[in-house]
């Protein structure tokens, strides 16, 4: 069965403050995604890497940075958290070719900026 | 833009009646097409996916899809709604982004399950 984790599960931080959202797969994929999901909006791709050490922007990436430091740890980073960031965050992993059209998804880390 | 639409934010049934699920997509040439399930307090799990062939594709838990090229439609459906299937479902599709297929979701179809 494939996992993945995320920490904290929820978080609480005033505007200007900043957060470190983890993500870890134990699938032996190769890539690895952050989502925020919001209301009316679906789930949308902040960032995404297909390696340890590699990054890519997704489409909504404006106000977070993101770090793969291993093949199973995937970080998003709020260095100036802002109440529009308020968001359940998905991260998310997959293997290549059509095996990236499955992603495994882990539970969700629901964050509130103050 | 290539695009999934689900026109329906929200869908009540009763348990044991009939469910669709309508997801419109807008896409230049043939799709590859995805539904996904959020079940309460989880993460979103892959459901059936289509891949150009036979229009009507299986997934899990007995929900099926169809695929309507003249209708640019890929909606979901099942024969017998249970209390379990109470969830929120997404609609995806594949996007070629530069060298990198990722997939784009709609905004989800809220669906509750009544006794």
């Known amino acids: 069965e494939a996992a993945v984790t995320q920490s904290p599960r929820n978080k609480v931080t005033v505007t200007g403050g900043n957060v470190t959202l983890s993500c870890r797969q134990t699938?032996?994929?190769?890539?690895m995604y952050w989502y925020r999901q919001d209301t009316g909006h679906g789930l949308r791709l902040i960032h995404y890497?297909?390696?340890?050490?590699?990054?890519q922007i997704g489409d909504v990436p404006d106000g977070y940075k993101a770090t793969r430091t291993t093949q199973e740890d995937f970080f998003l980073l709020l260095e100036l958290a802002s109440p529009s960031q308020t968001s359940l965050y998905f991260c998310?992993?997959?293997?290549?070719?059509?095996?990236?059209?499955?992603?495994?998804f882990g539970p969700g880390t629901r964050l509130l900026v103050l | 833009a290539q695009s999934v639409t689900q026109p329906d934010a929200r869908v009540t049934v009763s348990e044991g009646a009939s469910l669709q699920l309508r997801c419109k997509y807008s896409?230049?040439?043939?799709?590859?097409l995805f539904w996904y399930v959020q079940y309460p307090r989880q993460g979103l799990q892959l459901l059936l996916k289509?891949?150009?062939?036979?229009?009507v594709v299986q997934g899990v838990n007995g929900f099926e899809a169809e695929f309507s090229k003249s209708n640019s439609s890929f909606h979901l459906r099942k024969a017998s709604v249970h209390w379990s299937d109470w969830a929120v479902y997404f609609c995806?599709?594949?996007?070629?982004?530069?060298?990198?297929?990722?997939?784009?979701f709609g905004a989800g179809t809220r669906l509750a399950v009544c006794p």
């Open positions: 998310a992993s997959s293997g290549t070719g059509e095996g990236g059209d499955t992603q495994y």
């Open positions: 699938n032996s994929h190769n890539y």
């Open positions: 890497s297909y390696g340890a050490g590699n990054l």
């Open positions: 896409y230049f040439g043939t799709p590859y």
């Open positions: 289509y891949y150009p062939g036979d229009p």
């Open positions: 995806a599709v594949r996007v070629l982004s530069g060298s990198f297929n990722k997939l784009t």
